[in-house]
């Protein structure tokens, strides 16, 4: 079965800092990778998504993630985080579970904290 | 248009009750999933339903949980016997498609379940 790790629970930012939030999985085959954010009292909503193609992909908000197979990473980075970006970060895979469908499999998720 | 939606948006119960969450998907969308999320994790998968079958239910943790979507579009997760260990946010998410590594899923706001 698969799993993701993230690296951090916390961080914490001064508003203009760089942004690097780590990401490793763990699965043998394809995978479809996904960084998901919560907002204070929102739902989970898509950040960006890898599915094939160029490794560095482009989200909302200025955000990026780079996917390097090697490594099973998926890195998310922001040049420039502001108080807005405060939030919960979720690092998902989805890959063929074997029991008749994909699964999203999520990490732990890392909080974001932004002081202006 | 309108988003998943999931209610009640709190549900607080003792001990052995029986709890029933509801949740309707995004107009169109055939494949919807379960999720629950305890405090310090991340989502972990439950059920996935493709139309009104359960086409995977792998994560359901035991027989106290069952899930139903007859129609298509609504779906129900029953929780009998429940108990402390229960209590978790529990998400829903739909998707456009049967579940593939590509298709995005959209979730709901949850619904926060305290069991005492």
């Known amino acids: 079965a698969q799993s993701v790790s993230q690296h951090n629970h916390h961080v914490i930012l001064s508003e203009a800092a760089s942004l690097e939030l780590g990401c490793n999985y763990s699965?043998?085959?394809?995978?479809?990778l996904f960084w998901y954010v919560q907002y204070p009292g929102q739902h989970l909503q898509l950040l960006l998504k890898?599915?094939?193609?160029?490794?560095l992909v482009k989200g909302i908000k200025g955000f990026e993630a780079e996917f390097i197979k090697s490594k099973f990473s998926f890195n998310l980075r922001k040049p420039s985080v502001q108080w807005s970006d405060t939030a919960e970060y979720f690092c998902?895979?989805?890959?063929?579970?074997?029991?008749?469908?994909?699964?999203?499999?999520f990490g732990k998720g890392t909080k974001l904290s932004v002081i202006p | 248009g309108a988003g998943v939606s999931q209610t009640p948006s709190n549900k607080v119960t003792e001990k052995g009750k029986y709890v029933e969450l509801r949740c309707d998907p995004i107009?169109?969308?055939?494949?919807l999933y379960w999720y629950r999320q305890s405090l310090g994790q991340g989502p972990e998968f439950l059920i996935y339903?493709?139309?009104?079958?359960?086409?995977?239910d792998s994560g359901l943790p035991n027989d106290r949980f069952f899930a139903v979507r007859p129609e298509g579009s609504v779906s129900t997760l029953k929780i009998q016997r429940t108990e402390r260990g229960d209590s978790a946010v529990y998400l829903c998410?739909?998707?456009?498609?049967?579940?593939?590594?590509?298709?995005?899923?959209?979730f709901g706001p949850g619904t926060r379940l305290t069991v005492l």
């Open positions: 339903f493709q139309g009104t079958g359960a086409a995977d």
């Open positions: 107009s169109g969308h055939t494949a």
């Open positions: 890898y599915f094939s193609g160029d490794p």
């Open positions: 998902a895979v989805n890959a063929y579970s074997g029991a008749g469908s994909y699964q999203l499999t």
């Open positions: 998410a739909s998707s456009l498609t049967r579940s593939g590594g590509e298709n995005e899923q959209f």
């Open positions: 699965y043998g085959g394809t995978v479809n």
